[in-house]
């Protein structure tokens, strides 16, 4: 079954301007990964945040983690065109290694 | 580092004939992922393999489908017969453990039914 969610399913802004997109899950998980998805193309991961930390930083990438609430958050700042494209979570859930995949956040950045 | 490698890159097929898909991922590599991502949607696990043995094929449908990874390297997913429905675009990806480090994706293969 799906682990993870993504919300809102589709976020369209101006280049330079913050996008946030949300994930929440259902169960424990041991860690949080988002990953981003070009037009027809693989997936490339992101970042990954462990259950035991609460917010990680990776360029102009920040990612929240909120276990208590079962969500995390996924900042893009000071967005570009490039950063058109799909973000996914996978949430491996507590005690399994399986990597699942919500229906993902389609972004568009206008320039 | 090489990536995940697939192939072919595009296949079209009519609806009751076979496809493979092979990959090979990426060195050292223990955790192998089949998926299959229709258009609009996000991947579906179809299969992980750990080394050769397999994990979860829990959405794999086994009446069709089926999947190898040879002496744990590389892998073959095969389906027979093929219905309209299966196409979609079919991704690899290994990891160097069972969902706890970063999946590495290849290109994948774009399956078209007719």
């Known amino acids: 079954s799906q682990q993870g969610e993504e919300d809102p399913q589709a976020l369209s802004i101006q280049e330079g301007e913050n996008a946030t997109m949300n994930c929440s899950y259902k169960?424990?998980?041991?860690?949080l990964q988002w990953y981003r998805q070009n037009s027809g193309r693989g997936l490339v991961h992101l970042i990954l945040i462990r259950s035991n930390e609460r917010e990680k930083h990776s360029g102009r990438l920040r990612v929240t983690l909120d276990t208590s609430k079962k969500s995390s958050s996924l900042l893009i700042t000071a967005s570009r065109a490039a950063d058109t494209a799909s973000y996914f979570c996978?949430?491996?859930?507590?005690?399994?290694?399986?990597?699942?995949f919500g229906k993902g956040t389609m972004l568009l950045v206008s320039p | 580092e090489a990536g995940v490698a697939q192939s072919p890159r595009y296949k079209i097929i009519e609806k009751r004939q076979s496809v493979a898909f092979w990959c090979n991922p990426i060195s050292g590599h223990a955790t192998l992922y089949w998926y299959q991502q229709i258009l609009g949607q996000g991947p579906k696990l179809l299969i992980q393999?750990?080394?050769?043995?397999?994990?979860?094929d829990s959405q794999l449908p086994k009446d069709r489908f089926s999947a190898e990874r040879l002496k744990g390297v590389d892998s073959t997913l095969k389906i027979q017969p093929a219905k309209l429905e299966d196409s979609a675009v079919y991704l690899c990806?290994?990891?160097?453990?069972?969902?706890?480090?970063?999946?590495?994706f290849g290109q994948g293969t774009r399956l078209t039914v007719v």
């Open positions: 996978a949430t491996p859930p507590r005690g399994y290694s399986t990597l699942t």
């Open positions: 169960t424990s998980i041991n860690n």
């Open positions: 990806a290994s990891s160097l453990g069972q969902g706890y480090t970063e999946a590495f």
């Open positions: 393999f750990q080394n050769n043995g397999v994990v979860d």
